[in-house]
């Protein structure tokens, strides 16, 4: 819902945070794309997911930092709820990039990321005991079975890797439904302790604990030691890696700001929307070759993402 504390309008709050999110997240899927894309001289491909990830929520921690330092920082957050909000968070974006690493094409994974709302909708009903209609329920059948045509309609196959590319987005998936779970839980805790977190409180200690699940699990893995001699060699895929973090704490700042002033469901429309046009730049710009049933699929996803959308639009009467 939103709040009345700036003196904007919604629709200019909605237009800064909307507006936002496209820009930088637009750019940061075609650079995540051609970092798990590029190819070193040598033939070695970058693979450090969890290192990856260590530098994304660094670069969103410093901001979210600076954000609190300008918005002042909120007494009494729940850090514990955070923690477990963080951990799971930040596993499931692994898994995506895992996908990716292991032979998942860009448009494929993104799509499938998109269904998203099913894991929700399972942990909704799981553990909230949420209905849905049977509309919603064939919305995300759309874009599920859409998702699927699109990985049948690749011109040429994907080879035998990209199995554990679908394995990695399936866990991911299932990671988002825990993370929502998880959100759902720490905003109820917040409630009853009477905290109301500021948006870049939200973005601090979300990725604090984004973070310090990444650097334990990357030094487990040794990914810290080899992904730095990766970069060190390739200053190239350096600078992309930076961008991309950079562009993911500008992302995730209007990200927080659309929390702080919307409906989750608002937040979710945006972000869905987004990777429809992440999905057909990456077809465009990197040179993905779709059959007929490629683009049949994407269009059959496309329509369930729309249909969520316009109900969405047209009966913000649903209110948990």
């Known amino acids: 819902m939103a709040q009345e504390s700036a003196g904007l309008p919604s629709a200019v709050k909605l237009l800064i945070g ?42 969103n921690v410093i901001i979210g930092f600076l954000g609190m330092q300008l918005t002042g920082a909120t007494p009494g957050i729940p850090k514990k709820a955070f923690a477990i909000s963080g951990a799971s968070q930040v596993s499931a974006k692994a898994c995506t ?7 998942l094409s860009f448009p494929v994974a993104t799509l499938a990321k998109s269904a998203k709302m099913a894991p929700v909708m399972l942990g909704s009903l799981i553990l909230g005991g949420a209905t849905y209609s049977l509309r919603e329920y064939l919305q995300v059948a759309a874009i599920i079975g859409g998702t699927a045509i699109v990985s049948m309609g690749k011109k040429k196959g994907s080879g035998s890797s990209s199995m554990m590319g679908v394995a990695y987005i399936v866990l991911s998936l299932a990671l988002d439904g825990v993370t929502a779970g998880f959100q759902k839980r720490l905003k109820t805790e917040c409630a009853k302790d009477g905290v109301k977190p500021k948006p870049y409180d939200f973005m601090f200690w979300t990725n604090l604990y984004m973070m310090i699940t990444a650097i334990v699990i990357s030094g487990a893995l040794n990914e810290i030691g080899s992904g730095l001699a990766f970069c060190t060699a390739n200053p190239e895929i350096f600078e ?81």
Not at 34 to 56: H, I, M, N, P, S
Not at 97 to 103: D, E, K, T
Not at 263 to 272: G, N
């Open 97 to 103: 990039s895992l996908a990716l690493a292991n032979g």
């Open 240 to 320: 992309k890696i930076i961008k991309f973090a950079v562009c993911s704490a500008v992302g995730q700042s209007f990200i927080f700001y659309t929390i702080a002033n919307f409906d989750p469901l608002i937040l979710s429309t945006v972000t869905t929307t987004r990777k429809i046009f992440s999905v057909l730049l990456s077809i465009f710009l990197k040179g993905h070759s779709l059959s007929l049933t490629g683009w049949s699929g994407i269009a059959l996803a496309c329509a369930g993402i729309l249909s969520e959308m316009a109900a969405k639009m047209g009966g913000k009467a649903k209110v948990h």
């Open 18 to 59: 909307a507006g936002g999110i496209y820009a930088a997240f637009l750019y940061y899927g075609s650079l995540q794309e051609d970092v798990f894309r590029y190819t070193a001289e040598d033939g070695t491909q970058f693979k450090q997911a969890w290192f990856l990830q260590v530098l994304e929520a660094l670069a």
